[in-house]
């Protein structure tokens, strides 16, 4: 099943035989290099917001159409709104809040790097769970040889991704990773071919299709709460602990797993 627009395709792939879906968005200005605008932030707010709540959805991946993930904002549209003094912030704190939900939500999301990843393509990378890399994917930040400065989060999310220094260097020098060495610093977790990109992510998604979506829930969000909230090792250590112990007490798929193992069967989770 696919929905369309100009700027965005979503597609719902059968995984498990129809049993769960992967929601496949595909930035979709492969002339323009899939820049992502104000209209197309908020757009695909929506779309992740109507994913996020499709049970049959248990992963969703981020994609762009031709030669690139996305060359960030609309250089030509910054022309005026970066000289209007009410609408530039209010565009910068709508794609803050469009980025910010993808770690809330209760299923992982993934982006497939595919080509030329800079500014808020390189954002909306570190806003995702994690990341897939072509062969082909050249992945940097590129604010600073234009004049610019990054607004969408990499000048925060990108130091705790791959280190302080590491970042500096990027965002200082403005130079562009290829794959394995985005792979390497921690920014992708793996590389594959271009024509097995979103293999990849179907493979990831039916691995994870096959979980108790609570447990994958509960267990992002513990991941997430010492990166995105500044969670301490002992606040984090007594959310994680408090958080198995509700799950594993009061959930129908703890106590499924469990029988379906000592049964020697694929386990039945129904999020419960």
């Not at 549209?77 to 809330?104: C, M, N, T, W």
């Not at 509960?218 to 010492?226: D, E, S």
Request: glycine content about 10%.
């Amino acid at each position: 099943m696919s929905d369309k627009d100009d700027t965005i395709i979503v597609d719902r792939i059968d995984l498990l035989g129809g049993a769960a879906q992967l929601g496949l968005v595909t930035l979709n200005r492969p002339q323009d290099m899939n820049p992502i605008d104000w209209d197309t932030g908020l757009r695909l707010g929506t779309v992740f917001d109507q994913l996020a709540a499709d049970e049959r959805v248990r992963v969703v991946a981020v994609t762009g159409a031709g030669r690139a993930f996305s060359a960030g904002g609309d250089m030509k549209k910054y022309q005026a709104l970066q000289r209007d003094p009410r609408d530039f912030p209010r565009f910068l704190a709508d794609l803050h809040g469009v980025f910010a939900r993808i770690s809330e939500y209760p299923k992982p999301f993934v982006a497939l790097v595919n080509g030329v990843a800079v500014a808020g393509g390189i954002e909306l990378i570190l806003s995702c769970d994690l990341a897939i890399a072509s062969a082909s994917a050249r992945i940097g930040d590129a604010h600073l040889p234009f004049g610019q400065m990054g607004g969408g989060g990499v000048l925060t999310l990108l130091p705790r991704a791959v280190g302080p220094a590491r970042a500096r260097e990027l965002i200082f020098s403005g130079r562009m990773l290829a794959p394995e060495e985005a792979a390497d610093w921690g920014l992708v977790s793996r590389v594959v071919a271009d024509d097995e990109l979103i293999p990849a992510g179907i493979e990831f998604a039916t691995d994870v299709a096959k979980k108790s979506p609570l447990a994958v829930a509960n267990a992002k969000q513990v991941l997430n709460a010492a990166f995105w909230d500044g969670t301490g090792i002992a606040a984090g250590l007594r959310l994680e602990r408090e958080t198995t112990a509700r799950y594993c007490v009061t959930s129908d798929d703890a106590h499924e797993g469990l029988l379906a193992f000592a049964e020697k069967r694929r386990p039945n989770f129904t999020g419960r």
